[in-house]
């Protein structure tokens, strides 16, 4: 499991260098779409059927207020639309900022 190094703010990006030194950039609104809280992805059933979630929502405007380690798995990003409940794994999270 790749684990983030360093994390920066850079204009509307998010960059991250990885421990093996690998860069990763993501946009800080795309970031905010792809967080994989309940509120934000949903949830389902044991039949697969979705409940919740705010698909296809205009998160153009977020940024990144702040953002915490979680254990030693996780990232916790804090949005200035209030958001912090999605917990990025280091693994979702280099899934993302790689397909950048």
């Known amino acids: 499991m ?3 190094k360093e994390i ?6 998010i960059a991250i260098i ?10 800080q609104s795309d970031l ?4 994989p809280s309940a509120e934000t ?9 979705q409940y919740g979630g ?12 702040n953002w ?3 254990g030693s798995y996780a990232m916790r ?10 917990l990025y794994s280091f693994d979702y999270l280099y899934k993302i900022t790689a397909a950048q």
């Open 2 to 4: 790749e684990r983030p």
């Open 8 to 13: 920066h703010a850079i204009g509307d990006e």
């Open 18 to 27: 990885w421990e093996s030194g690998t860069e990763s950039y993501i946009r």
């Open 32 to 35: 905010r779409a792809a967080s």
């Open 41 to 49: 992805a949903g949830e389902r059933d044991i039949f697969g059927t």
């Open 54 to 65: 705010e698909f296809k929502k205009n998160y153009s405007s977020v940024t990144v207020k």
């Open 68 to 70: 915490e380690f979680v």
């Open 77 to 86: 990003f804090e949005f200035s639309d209030g958001h912090r409940t999605g």
